[in-house]
Every structure is written in C-alpha cells, then in structure tokens.
C-alpha cells in the first residue's frame, strides 16, 4: 500500500495532524449516540454510536468549545517540543521558522478560544420557549439556542484557519501557499460574518470577502504571470530564476506587484486596508483579535517569501525597494492619523493594527535598500517575526478585554471603557499595560520588537550621513532614505502615544456609567492576566531572550532557504 | 495603656522568607553573589503587593491585626534581603571569595544594541543591563542598609501601627519604606555610575514622599518639597559630573573607568584638570544628598517625617549615599594604583567643606530644643567628619602616602558603620520617648477640652527624668550618645580617633591647608561631647517639666527589640570589630576580618596603644586632646547645666543610674546670659542660611521659574496644541476616504495597484 504520508513525515507535521484529527473528532463527537443496527435476518444489533439518542456528555454544548481548546494546545505543545525539520512531500517544509509560526497561530487561536467561551456562551439544559413567554424572552431563549447550535460551527472553522494558516507557514510553493491562505480567509471572513443576525457583522463580512477576494484574484491573476514567466512555481526555482535573470523581467516584475495587492491586503498596508476597520468592528473581539494577529502574521509570512526569498537580488538594491517605502510611510502614517479622532474601541486597535504593519513593512523595505549586510538583514527580520509573535500577546490581550466588556453587550463606544478602572482595577490595570506596549513604552515586550527594528533600520543606513557638513539641509541629503524610515517609526509612535494614552486617560480618570463589577468570566480573566504578565516577562529577562533566540533561530532557517 | 503585649506570633509568615536563602545555599554551588539581584528584587516584587493589597484590604481587620497593613510583607521582604546580605557577607568573611578582587557578577541583560556615534559610524556594542558590583566597600554599606532596613521596619510596625494619626495610610508608608530600600540596595549593588545614579533618584524620591507622608500638613509638605528641591541642585551637578566622566573614559562601568583611571578613550592620557571637575561635580551631588554646607538646609526640615524615616533615611541610610559615592572615588585619585595625579585640592575641598558643616552643625545643635532636630544636626556634623576623613584620605592617596590614605579611609568608612548603627538607634529611641510622651499626654488629657493643644511631645523642655520611666530607651540612647560622642572604647570612638589624627597627620606633613578642617573637627569634637549629653540629660536626669511625664511607660511592642539589638552592636561591636582590623578591610587591605596571627589579647593591647599612645608625639598630643574634649569637658558641662537627680523615689537602672546620680553630684551652672545673647538666637535661626537662599531664590530663580512657565504655556505648548489640531483635521480627512462601502474600498485597492505598477516601472525604468 502506497500511503501519501510514510511515517517520518508524519512525524514533522504532527500539529497539522492534530488539527486535522480534530476537526474529523468535533463533528464526529457531538453526534454520538445509542444508534446500533440490526444485522438482517437475526436479532443482533450491532452499535454504530453515531445517530440515535445523543449521549448526554457528548451532547453537552459546552463540548465544542472544550475539544478545540484541547486541539490548539496540544498542536501548541507539539510545535513547541518539535525538533526535528525536514520536507514533507514536494511542496511542504518544516523549519524552525514555520514552528515559530505555528506557535503563533496557535497561541493566537488558544486565545481566541477562550475569548469565545464566553463570547459565544454555551449553556446546558435550556428548553425550547413556550407560547406563555412573552416575545422578550422568547427571542433571548431562541437566541441562547441558537448559540447552543453554533458551538460546533463556530470551531470547526476555527480549526480551518488553524489548519490553512499552520500549512502556509510551511509552504515553499506558491501555489500550495495561496490554497492555504484562502483556506485561511474563506474561513475567517465566515468568522468576521458570524453573528449575522446582527446587522454591522452581516455588512462587515461581506464587505471584508467581497475587498479580499477582489485582492485574492489579483494576487492569483500575479501568480499566473509568473508561472507564464518562470514555469515553475516553487519557491526555489523561482528565486533561482531570478538572480538568473540579469534585469528585472517585466512580466515577473508586473507579477510581483499584483501579488503584493493581495499580501497587502492580508497585511492591511495601505491603501488596501480599508474594509479592515470594518471588519474588526463588525467582528466579535475574539476574531478581530485572530485577524489582527495571526491572519497579519500569515499575510507577513506571504510577504516575506515573495519579497526576501523570491526576488531579493544577491547584491544591490531589490526593484521593490522604493515601493514598500512609500507604501510603508504611508501606511504607518494613514494608520496612525485614522486612529487619533475615532472612538470606537476596535476601529482604534484595527487602524494601530494598520500603523504597526506600517513599521514592518519599513523594516521590508530597509532590507530590500540593499544596503543591509547579512547581519543587519537579520536583526530586523527577526525584529519583525518577535513583533508578530510579542502581538499575539498584547494586541489580542487587548481584543480580551475588549471581549469582556462585550459580554455585556458593549465595546462599540470608547465610552464603554469609561472609568474601567474604578470597575474592574486589574482589568484595566492590564488593558493600560497592553496600550503602553502597543505604544512601544519600555520595558515592555513592544518596546522590545520596535527598538530592535529601529536599530537595525538605522544599522542599515550607518556610515553614509557625514557630520562634517555646514548646513542641515546637506547632511539631511548625505544621509541615506532608509535612515528616514526610522525617522518616521519615531515621529509615528509620537502621534500614536496619542489615542493610545487616551484609552488610558478614560479608563482612569472618567466617569463610569455604572460601578457594578463586570461578569465573572473567570477563564477570559486569567487569559487577560496571562497577556499581561507575558507582556512584561517578554519585555525584559530571560524569557525575552529565549523568545528572540527562536526568532533569530527561525530567521537562520528562513533565510538558509 | 495596656500591658505590653507580645507580638512575636506574627511573623510566623516571615518563615517561608528566611527558608529562602538557607535552601539556595544547600541546592546551588555558585558562589552566593550570584544571588545578589534578590536583594533588589525581593523588595521590588513586595512593593506593588503592598499598595496593591493595602488599597483593597484597607479597613480590614485582619490586614489591619495580622499583616500590620503592610508592615509584616515589607519585613519579609527584607528579610529576604537581609540573609541573602549577610550570606555574600559570611562567604566573603570566610574567605571563600577573594574581597581583593572586586566581583561583577552578571544579574541582567536585557537589550544589546549598536551606538550610533554623532559621525554616522556605528561603534560598539552595547549591553543594557544590570550587573552587581561587590566590593569590600558594598560589603560594608549594603550590610548596614539592610540591616538596618530591617530594623527599622521593624520598629515602624511597633511606631506607626499604633499611632491613630496614620489611621487608614500605613500600606502607604511600608509600601514606600520598601520601595526606599531598593533604592538603597540597588545604589550599593549597582557596577556602575548611571544605574548608581538611577537608584539614587529613586531614594531621593522616597525621601520625597516619605518627609511629606503627612501631606496634610503644610510644613510636612513644604519639608517635602525643599529636601527635594535642594537635593536636587545637588543630583544636577552629580548629573554633570557623570557627562564629564563618560566623555573622559566613554563608559561609566565601573570595571571600565577603574581598570586605569589615567588612560581615558582610546587610550588618550587623562588630563587632571578635565577629570577635576568631575569629581568636583560628583561632589557636589554627594554634598547634596549628605546634607554637607552649603546645600544642608533640607536635613533638619525632613524631621518633618515619621520617625522610623528619620531614622531610616535621614540618619541611617541615605545620607550615607553621598559618602558612598565620594569613597567610590578613591581609584581616581589613588596614585598607587594607576590614579591621576594632581589632584589633592579635591581632597583639601573635601576636608574644608567637611570640617566647616562639622563645626557649624555642632554649634547649631547646642541651641535646639527638639529631641530629633538635635538629632539631626548630629548627624550633618558626624557625616561631615567622614567627609573629612574622605578628604584626607583623598589627599594622602593622591600625594602617594597611600598607607595613610587607606587607614584613613578605613577608619571613615568604619565611622560610617559606627555612625550608621549609633544615629539609627538614636533616632528610634527618640522616635520611643516621643512616641510614649504622646500617648502620656493623650491619655491625660482624653476628653477634655481644657487639654494643653500646643503640647510639643518633640520638645526637650517638657521633659526631664525619663530615665526611670524608660529603662530600655534610656539605655539605648546613653550607649548611642556614647558612640556618637567617641568615648573611648565605645563605638565611634575608634573610628573619629582616626579620623581626626589623620587630619592632623596630614597637616603635620606639611599641607597647611589642612589645619583648618584639623581644627575644626577638633573643637567639634568637644562640642559634640556637650550637645549630645546636653539631649540626654535634658530628656532623662532631673525633675521631670511637665505633669505627663508621671503618665510615660514604656509599652509599645516592636519598638524595644531593636533599641536592644542595636545597644548591643554600640556597645561592644566597635571595639570588637576594630580588634579584627575592620579598617583594613574596609581599605581593601587586608581580604578578611581576623586577629592577624595574633592572640586575643595581643591584638587588644595592639588597638589600646594605637588608639592612646601612637608612636608619634604629635599625635598622641592630638588624641589626648580629643579625649578631654569630648570625653571631660563637653559632657561635664552639660551634666552641669542640665543634669540633675531625678525624682524622689524613682530610680533608674544600673546602665545609666550611675550617670544620672553623677550629674546630680556635679553641681548646676546659670547660663541664661549665654542663652539670651545674640550668637544663641543666631544659632536658633540656623545661622540664616534658610533666610539667605530664600532671599537669593525669590529674586533669582523664581522669575526665572515665571519665564519657563510663561514660555512653556505659550511657545511649548502653542506647538503642541497646533501639531495636535493638524493632526485631528488630517484625521477627520483621511478618515472621510473610510466611506463604508465596499465598491470605494475596492476603487482604493485598484488606485493602489496602479499606484504600484506607477511606482515599479517609473522606479525601474
């Protein structure tokens, strides 16, 4: 027997298989029951489990919730004790750098999942209403209901994007990339649509898959220009094709520029950002967390193949180089600006969310000067895989709180975090924390990731200022554009201290509409208290160094491709 | 009043703390320095717990009854400190670790980062982090500053917690008490001089808090703010100092900028003019935080605070951060050991400021009529004598007398330890006579209104006759008198016999600058005899002065243990420790404490006849001389004027009935005339200096000060509120791009596209 998978390979991609197991397992489980059947012409009756009278503990709505919990960390250990690497089939890899990735989207999923616990609540032992109810209580039993049936729904898809995402992370070619990333969106843009009896998730969704699959064609629509070019699309021939290629072919450089369209999108850089606001106000927290986090995180991974991998010349400057600058600043500022007079909560996470994209693409674009020696290349690429990991803990430690202040039915309004601080001390205690770390304050993990990119941006471009110069407009042009690069993170984590402070300022010194304490969603509590902790540990002492040692680690693998 | 109850059953938490060390040292085989950062960190960790938990539980009786509102947490913690301290301290004294070798011991690292230099060349590699630096000299001062952190703590439990004025805040106060002790820890530990200067700041602010803990009251917060304010003239120029130094040697490790002081960047030769005002900077710092002429106006104000930070900080600790810092000078200067010559007007500055705050302070001390301002002024005088002893040790080293320079500079820092033990139970056991006099006067007059309101229970003249009331406290604070006074035997006197012979030893060399510090500190010597007897025999011999007197017990708990512990180290652990040669030690001249191959009673002997009969003429003049001042004339004078018998049928017990008997025998003397001259009530004012920087700040600094914030509302601001309007109207503009629909979203991206086809080829092309 042939089997598409011989053991040692299966061996590398435990995680995925985990996830795949899991998801067979929860549409599987909730299902069991008492059915048997009845072999013909006897009185036997052998049981088939799945059918009949549902088992009361499988049957238990809370079940889903508990299986996909159980599925990401055990995928999450397995990444993490993971040391072996290798290929697996023609078109899949497992380094250090995809392991990296993987704990990301896991860990970014694990959140998530517990988000939605109470997000999404599952309850036991609800009844059907009855005609007395009045149509109120009608409508919030049918509403519990429904919650109830969705359980399933809900994690299934959470386990697609896991699966699509963990998969793309490892893909070295560039078809079998763009199939997981659409695994990964279809599946998220169901997400973000979830709740679709309420009307902004509805528009939201729809918005957000109409934007994305316009970029999803596009980028497609690249790819096959660059199979007409090359014939191949494998990571490697492609690269190989083109340090072959002495100038830049322009069909392939028209390819390229179609699918950073849709890597852009994934990202959110700017202009293509646009449905992201959106999305993440019509989204429940939980999953605007994931897409701020690991769906950014999978678009970066897309990013940093084609744009590093692909097409970066052994020497001199790449043909992007320009054009991620430009698109970077202007991302950054775009971000930035939006973010400063909105007031809804989420629309100021998803445009902060736009502006840190913003700083990696600058660090991109740094590296594409051709400037950068190998190892200032390095530093900012690990600066911007150990931002995309340290995000997962307090941009979603954000979306956390912000699904707390859900389960109240709020969020929408920054008035909702109104004297937060009276309410709830630690809550808000941590939320400040997150902001602060967002903002890029030290000792914390943001500090962290930014102040390693800006050294190494301005690592780039040392040497080429000169100090002996009369006039300051002289040395402004002695000095080499990537210094400017940095320039703008600066003066843009200036102007975002901005909002992110007056999400402190409200949470501490305004008034609350109530003083009543918020629901006792205690695992959603230590989640939060967990991203907070991590922010600082990540921040400063060892675990910090560990972090940044699988990051330069996973950075070593990648760029040895 | 009840009766004195034991407490002990609480610090049945504190057990789990000391396990700590004690497991470490049996699980780990590294050396214990190694585990220096728990010093820092345990107090760091409990500081948050405090508030935190103290804001929740506020009005809880357990917190309140068990926990102390905090006070038993901050023990622990430094409790945790404390055996870690003493651990480093015993490898060290065993000899297991070498003290010549100074230890950076790596505790953190945190960020490693490229410099930019100002041509746009990338330098070096740098390391942001923590390292311990452990020395004989950190040994010392870090075993002081828990040691006495931790009964100091202690004592504040006793003094704060029952007190009703701090009814509801104490968290507040154990919280900031232990938030001072990391300060201090980390300004000891610390391997070099910007995170010296970081946690230097840190005790300044504590000291902020701390002086104006009764912010409610104005001059509490007034106090607050010129201690801050004054220092901080000090931390300006110590901040200057540090520039000047980094620009000489490019580094401010201490492993760096000590390896050879005369070789700075690059090896280029050090100039002994430029590296001068740096340490003539640092000094400055140093004078500041020490409270030393001109910038000693802040210290009597700070008594403003609670007494346990009185103790704590203004007399124990803290003001031992500028000699700290001027002895961590000593490789600049030292000549023997790659030290930039040249420099001996530092040391002759160093002395001059010393030995005129030592006379100044004494002499304002004779005036004062409370309890912890007396107190205070001893300590501006004592700590000016180690700067004294600093300054001649600076000399020495730098003309290349290097044996001189380092006994003196031991015996300063043994002053330092003297002083440290000696100050800080004096200002407990005056924190215990004002504490009872208080409750005294309370339970007098409760509930009634005819009570005497303006009762000062910090005024020596309502006092008089304590002796037999306060046996502990009496006894406590007559050993601390002692000690402070340098009668022979006890305490400080074997280090100020030092110091003040080497002073003269140096003017006998031949530097006739030195005969004015020489001559200062000599006659302060005497004077510090009679002040400091004057505040004993004024609160605790004679007639009592006023009726709440009859009403004083000595009853709180936590407060006596220390005064006890702490009579004891006074007592005999001067004469012990100088017999093992602690001034070697503190000197780095010798790797431990012991009899140097001496018997017992050889090496006793050895320290009599150093100590009174020194084999120079001269010197042995010089110390008869002190001897007669400070042991005869001073305190004779005092028991004079203020001594007396106490109250008939009351005794005192056999530590200080003696005394109290003598000063009896030894007659009265009227000095009202001296009392009502014009040098008094100069001497009251505080010889005007407080009135002459107010003057001179009123027409300097605060137009100036009308300027900034004229300047800063118009200009500083002006800019900001224009960039932060621009940016609210670019926001509002490019928020309208933002339309909700999904067909602009969708044009936009299109836009983009060809955006980047413009960009790819017009870039290319």
């Given at each position: ?11 590398l ?18 299902n069991f ?11 036997m ?10 088992f ?6 809370k ?9 990401f ?6 990444a993490?004790m ?19 990735f ?11 999942t ?20 009045s ?38 070619h560039?078809?079998?990339l ?21 009307k902004v ?15 999803s ?10 199979y ?10 492609l690269a ?24 852009g999108?994934k ?11 959106d ?37 001199g400057e ?6 991620i600058?430009?698109i ?7 971000g ?15 445009y ?10 600058a ?15 390095k530093?900012?690429l ?12 307090f ?12 389960t109240?039915g ?41 102040f390693l ?12 200022g ?38 402190g ?7 609350p ?7 006792d ?8 208290a ?21 990051a ?10 | ?10 610090l ?18 590294s050396s214990?320095?190694d ?43 430094l409790?945790v400190?404390?055996?870690t301290?003493?651990?480093i301290?015993?490898d060290?004294?065993i ?12 505790w ?6 490229d410099v ?5 060349t ?20 870090l ?6 952190c ?22 507040r ?24 200067f ?23 917060a ?6 801050f ?6 931390d ?22 000590f ?7 690059g090896?280029?030769?050090?100039e ?32 403003e ?50 030995g ?24 501006m005088?004592?700590?000016?004598y180690i ?10 080293l ?8 380092y ?18 139970m ?24 005819h ?8 005024d ?17 604070m ?8 340098g009668?022979?035997?006890i305490?400080?006197?074997?280090s ?6 080497e002073?003269?030893?140096?003017y ?41 007197i009859?009403?004083v ?17 006074t ?14 030690f ?12 001496h ?40 028991a ?17 009935g003696?005394?109290v008997?003598?000063s ?10 001296l ?7 100069a ?12 003057g ?31 940016s609210?109207l ?16 969708i ?17 290319n092309?």
């Open positions: 027997m042939n089997l598409p998978l011989n053991m040692s390979e299966a061996e991609i435990i995680p995925e298989l985990i996830m795949l197991a899991g998801l067979i397992a929860i549409i599987l489980i909730p029951g008492d059915a048997s059947f009845r072999i013909p012409l006897s009185r009756k052998v049981p088939i489990l799945i059918g009949g009278n549902r009361k503990l499988t049957s238990n709505p079940l889903p919730n508990r299986v996909s919990l159980a599925i960390s055990t995928a999450f250990f397995f993490l993971q040391t072996t690497y290798g290929k697996v089939g023609d078109t899949l890899e497992v380094t250090p750098f995809s392991r990296l993987t704990l990301i989207f896991t860990a970014a999923l694990i959140l998530a517990i988000a939605t616990t109470h997000r999404i609540p599952a309850r036991a032992n609800l009844n059907a209403p009855k005609d007395s109810d149509e109120n209580v009608a409508t919030k039993k049918i509403n519990a209901l429904i919650d109830n049936r969705r359980q399933v729904d809900f994690h299934i898809i959470l386990i697609m994007v896991g699966l699509g995402m963990s998969l793309m992370s490892m893909a070295t560039l078809f079998m763009f199939v997981c990333i659409e695994l990964a969106s279809l599946s998220s843009y169901i997400l973000v649509a979830f709740h679709k009896e309420s998730g509805g528009e939201a969704g729809m918005k957000y898959f109409i934007v994305g699959s316009v970029a064609a596009i980028g497609i629509y690249g790819m096959s220009m660059l007409l070019w090359n014939g191949d699309l494998s990571l490697d021939a190989l094709a083109w340090i072959e290629s002495e100038t830049v072919d322009p069909i392939a450089g028209i390819a390229v520029g179609l699918m950073l369209v849709a890597f999108f990202v959110g850089a700017a202009p293509f950002h646009l449905a992201a606001p999305a993440y106000s019509g989204a429940s927290s939980p999953v605007a967390g994931l897409l701020a986090t690991a769906s950014k995180a999978m678009g970066f991974v897309a990013l940093m193949r084609i744009l590093i991998t692909v097409t970066m010349p052994e020497s790449a043909f992007w180089f320009t054009t600058a430009i970077a600043v202007v991302t950054m500022t775009w930035n600006l939006a973010a400063l007079t909105s007031t809804n909560p989420k629309r100021i996470l998803a902060s969310s736009v502006s840190h994209a913003g700083y990696m693409l660090g991109l674009a740094a590296i594409g000067s051709g400037l950068a020696s190998e190892e200032a290349m530093l900012i690990t600066a911007i895989v150990f931002h995309l990991a340290v995000l997962v803990v941009k979603f430690g954000a979306f956390l709180v912000l699904s707390l202040l859900e109240e709020r969020s929408h309004e920054l008035k909702d975090l109104h004297g937060l601080a009276r309410r709830e001390p630690l809550i808000a205690g941590s939320m400040f924390l997150f902001m602060l770390s967002l903002a890029g304050v030290p000792p914390l993990s943001g500090f962290l990731s930014k990119m800006i050294n190494g941006i301005v690592n780039v471009s040392a040497g080429t000169t100090s002996d110069v009369s006039s300051v407009m002289d040395w402004v042009t002695s000095v080499e554009p990537v210094f400017w690069l940095a320039f703008a993170i600066v003066l843009n984590s200036a102007l975002s201290m901005f909002y992110y402070l007056r999400i300022l409200v949470m501490f010194f305004e008034e509409e109530n003083n009543k304490p918020m629901k969603a205690l695992s959603l509590r230590i989640a939060i967990f991203c907070a902790l991590f922010t600082v540990i990540i921040g400063i002492g060892p675990l910090s160094d560990s972090l940044l040692q699988m330069a680690d996973a950075i070593d693998s990648f760029i040895s491709n | 009043m009840g009766e004195t109850k034991n407490e002990y059953r609480l049945l938490p504190l057990l789990p703390f000391l396990a700590i060390v004690p497991l470490l040292s049996l699980q780990s085989d214990p320095t585990f220096a950062w728990l010093i820092v960190v345990a107090p760091f960790i409990m500081f948050p717990i405090i508030l935190i938990t103290g804001q929740v539980y506020n009005k809880n009786e357990t917190w309140k009854n068990t926990w102390k509102e905090g006070g038993i947490l901050g023990l622990a913690a409790s400190s404390l055996s301290t003493i651990w301290v015993y060290y004294l000899g297991h670790a070498d003290i010549q070798e100074n230890t950076v011991a790596s953190l690292e945190w960020i490693s980062f930019l230099q100002s041509d746009y990338i330098s070096q590699n740098r390391i942001l982090g923590v390292d311990v630096w452990v020395d004989s000299l950190t040994l010392m001062l075993f002081v500053a828990t040691f006495l931790f009964l100091i703590c202690w004592f504040a439990i006793g003094y704060m917690t029952t007190d009703p004025i701090n009814e509801d805040s104490n968290h106060f154990f919280a900031e008490f232990v938030l001072f002790s990391l300060g201090m820890f980390g300004m000891v530990l610390a391997d070099n001089f910007l995170w010296l970081i946690f230097w700041e840190v005790m300044g602010l504590c000291s902020y808090l701390l002086i104006g803990f009764y912010y409610w009251k104005e001059s509490a007034a106090a607050a703010k010129k201690a304010l004054t220092t901080r003239v000090g300006v120029f110590l901040m200057i100092g540090l520039l000047i130094l980094y620009d000489i040697y490019g580094s401010l490790d201490f492993a760096v900028v390896d050879d002081p005369s070789t700075g960047i090896g280029a030769v050090v002994s003019s430029q590296l001068f005002w740096a340490l003539m900077m640092l000094f400055i710092g140093a004078v500041g935080k020490s409270a030393q002429f001109p910038l000693h106006v802040w210290l009597p104000d700070a008594m605070g609670p007494t346990p930070v009185s103790a704590l900080i203004h007399a124990a600790t803290m003001v031992n951060a500028g000699l700290y810092l001027v002895a961590r000078l000593m490789p600049f200067v030292d000549v023997h050991h790659h030290g930039v010559a040249g420099l001996e007007d530092f040391g002759l500055i160093v002395a001059w400021i010393g005129i705050t030592a006379f100044m302070a004494a002499s304002i001390a004779f005036v004062q009529n409370d309890i912890k301002k007396v107190l205070a002024y001893s300590t005088s004592q700590l000016a700067f004294t002893g600093l300054g001649s040790a600076l000399y020495f730098n003309t290349g007398d290097h044996h001189a320079g006994f003196v500079l031991g015996a300063s820092l043994f002053h330092l330890f003297n002083h440290a033990m000696a100050k800080g004096l200002f407990m056991a005056s924190g215990s006579v004002i504490h009872e006099v208080h409750h005294a006067h309370d339970h007098l007059h409760h509930g009634s209104d009570g005497d309101h303006d009762f000062d229970p910090q020596m003249r309502n006092m008089g006759g304590l002796a037999s009331k306060m046996p502990v406290t009496s006894t406590a007559m050993f601390g008198s002692m000690s402070i006074i009668i022979p035997l305490g400080g006197f074997w100020k016999e030092g110091i003040i012979a002073t003269w030893a140096a006998f060399h031949g530097e006739t600058m030195m005969l004015g510090p020489a001559l200062l500190i000599l006659a302060t010597a005497g004077m510090t005899g009679f002040y400091m007897s004057r505040m004993w025999f004024m609160t605790f011999a004679g007639q009592p002065k006023s009726d709440v009859d009403h017990h000595e009853s709180t708990p936590w407060i006596k243990e220390p005064l006890l512990i702490l009579t004891l180290i007592a005999i652990g001067g004469f012990a420790l100088a017999i093992l040669g602690v001034v070697d503190l000197s780095n001249e010798s790797q431990h404490l012991s009899l140097h191959g018997s017992l009673t050889e090496q006793i002997i050895h320290e009599l006849e150093h100590a009174f009969l020194p084999e120079d003429s001269k010197l042995r003049l010089v110390g008869w001389t002190t001897i007669l001042l400070s042991f005869v004339i001073g305190p004779v004078m005092a004079r004027i203020h001594g007396g018998q106490l109250k008939e049928g009351q005794s005192a017990n056999i530590f200080v003696w005394l008997k003598l009896g025998k030894l007659g009265t003397q009227d000095v009202t005339w009392a009502e001259s014009q040098l008094a009530e001497l009251d004012k505080r010889l005007y200096f407080d009135d002459l920087y107010e001179i700040i009123s027409r300097t600094v605060i137009p100036f000060a009308e300027f900034s914030a004229w300047f800063d509302k118009n200009v500083i601001d002006g800019i900001i509120k224009q960039v932060e309007s621009n609210v670019g926001s509002v503009q490019i928020r309208k791009v933002t339309t909700g629909s999904a067909r602009d979203y044009l936009m991206a299109t836009v983009g596209a060809l955006c980047i086809f413009a960009l790819l080829v017009g870039v092309a």
